[in-house]
């Protein structure tokens, strides 16, 4: 074997929050020959300090750093590597794989397209002159003053290796798995699209890392994988597998198409531990013409009707998208109100970024898109939709955010949109437009925002009184102290007395107890009971 020219190599992975593991740097780790290079590897956020980070790089004796480039930290990498003195800078991830001339910065000297778990030793291989260039794969390189790039190969999957051990804190991080690589769909706006033909590693491989996962105590444990249910008989493997291996603590999060989930794997995840599984499923719009034009096939009533059937067992993430094709803001309004009205766990409102090499990048000239000049290249307008109507979007995800996603209000929620049927999108608007008003969202305390909440939407409803109950209700079962009392009390000693001896009989409660750590309120004759002892919840119906 050839002496190595460059042995000390450092795998750099700066993420968006501490939950979230460098996988991509773990990939090259796991599957770059350690006892031919000396690899070492830091992982960051994207919060830290940027003089820290690369004081530690130049600090470190690798002569190659390698960065993994995403859409969230791709401004930080920039300013990185211009500040690193006698580095070679390798990058790879997403906004390298499709955004080459912007980013051969001063010290980048070659950027991996895609997948690098074959691509980066062979990459290494040529710096230490023991193949040519050309034999790399999946790379760009610049030569007399060009860009070239070599030629595009996939892994093999069955020789790609995984080492879960290396995110280290299975209880506070995500523990990333794959069981496939590649999406099926051809969306418009996703990089995944790119990625063809769908490829998928061993079974027992899948299954051995979920075991090992179980075994850790992972709490939540997530598919990588884009297409998770486009293959029945595969998914309803490894449902059955997880079920049957069930430690009782862990939960496991999949990508899913909704409309395409067969009646006998809905059959297995609802035999499966209540909120075991978490969904995540994308709706991005109910609007068949912009379904069409972002090359998304998707029949909403059957999305609808398998979310309504696995809905009480497992939690559903759903997600939408503002600033698409032929989606103006009334449209949009009912894609939300559409979505909305499905009553999931999550509603993720996001507007459109611009991806390099996607299709929407590569024709927004047809549509008039106007684009942030920085990451995340987030959408400011299209000949669809104004950046005032995007702009009240954005006011209504700030909203669903904090009243509906952060579950305070379960119970208020559920009286206003589905008891109600208040317009979810409009109510939410005119809520956010009052608060801000008063102050930034971010800066209530709880109690402020339940009486700001209350005075706000009860202007929309005829019965305040019976509003104000329901609100009362979710307040008070937030915190597991009795908390800050914002309204009048009304009942007096003698009706809480006559009470309090109900729900004793009714409960057998401790009297005594309930005088120390309970809380009582009252609608018309229904009375509500919280135990701040026990955290217990208790209504009775009572008539003076």
């Given amino acids: 074997m050839n002496q190595s020219i460059y042995k000390d190599i450092l795998l750099i992975g700066i993420n968006s929050k501490y939950i979230h593991p460098a996988m991509g740097i773990f990939q090259l780790y796991t599957n770059t020959d350690k006892e031919k290079y000396n690899l070492d590897y830091f992982e960051f956020t994207i919060k830290d300090n940027i003089t820290d980070i690369i004081n530690t790089i130049n600090n470190h004796q690798a002569e190659i750093i390698v960065l993994s480039c995403y859409i969230w930290n791709i401004e930080i990498i920039k300013e990185i590597v211009t500040k690193l003195i006698n580095k070679i800078v390798i990058l790879g ?37 023991e ?68 490829r998928f590693f061993p079974l027992e491989e ?75 499923i994308g709706i991005q719009t109910t609007n068949p013409i912009t379904s069409k034009a972002i090359l998304r096939h998707q029949d ?42 499905l009553f999931t766990e999550e509603l993720q409102l996001g507007t459109l970024k611009e991806l390099k090499g996607t299709y929407i990048s590569k024709t927004k000239a047809e549509h008039d898109y106007l684009f942030t000049d920085v990451a995340p290249f987030e959408v400011v307008s299209n000949k669809y939709i104004t950046k005032e109507e995007l702009d009240r979007i954005k006011l ?39 608060i801000e008003t008063i102050k930034p969202l971010k800066d209530f305390q709880f109690d402020e925002l339940a009486k700001t909440f209350y005075e706000i939407i009860s202007n929309l409803v005829d019965n ?52 120390k750590y309970g809380h009582l309120e009252k609608y018309n004759n229904q009375y509500l009971l919280i135990n701040y002892k026990t955290f217990n919840k208790y209504k009775i119906k009572y008539s003076l």
């Fill in 396 to 434: 209504v995800e700030k909203a669903v955010d904090k009243f509906y996603n952060y579950r305070y209000f379960n119970n208020t929620i559920i009286y206003l949109f589905d008891e109600l049927k208040l317009n979810p999108f409009d109510t939410f608007l005119y809520l956010m437009k009052k």
């Fill in 206 to 280: 899948v299954k051995h890392n979920i075991l090992f996962l179980l075994e850790n105590n992972a709490k939540v444990i997530k598919f990588l994988d884009r297409s998770f249910n486009i293959k029945k008989e595969y998914i309803n493997d490894i449902l059955l597998f997880i079920k049957a291996h069930d430690n009782n603590y862990s939960t496991f999060q999949f990508e899913v198409n909704g409309d395409n989930l067969h009646q006998d794997t809905i059959d297995i995840i609802n035999s499966m531990r209540k909120k075991m599984i978490r969904l995540e």
């Fill in 93 to 129: 991830g997403p906004e390298a794989s499709f955004n080459p001339q912007l980013l051969f910065l001063d010290n980048v000297y070659y950027l991996i397209k895609g997948e690098g778990e074959e691509a980066f030793p062979e990459l290494l291989s040529y710096l230490n002159k």
């Fill in 464 to 515: 305040q009184q019976k509003l104000l109950f329901i609100i009362k209700e979710d307040y008070l079962t937030k915190n597991k102290i009795k908390p800050k009392i914002w309204w009048q009390q009304t009942i007096t000693r003698e009706e809480r007395r006559n009470v309090y001896l109900l729900f004793k009989e009714q409960y057998n409660l401790n009297i005594d107890e309930l005088y």
């Fill in 300 to 341: 909403f009533n059957k999305l609808r009707e398998n979310i309504l059937k696995i809905r009480d067992n497992v939690v559903i993430h759903t997600d939408l998208i503002a600033g698409l094709p032929f989606e103006d803001y009334e449209s949009f309004k009912k894609s939300f109100n559409d979505t909305f009205l």
């Fill in 131 to 198: 193949i040519t260039i050309e034999q790399v794969s999946n790379l760009y390189y610049k030569q007399d003053q060009q860009i070239k790039y070599t030629y595009s190969k996939h892994p093999d999957l069955n020789h790609v290796k995984h080492d879960l051990c290396l995110i280290k804190d299975f209880k506070n991080r995500i523990a990333y798995v794959e069981s496939s690589r590649g999406c099926f769909y051809t969306c418009s706006y996703c990089l995944a699209a790119t990625e063809k033909p769908v």
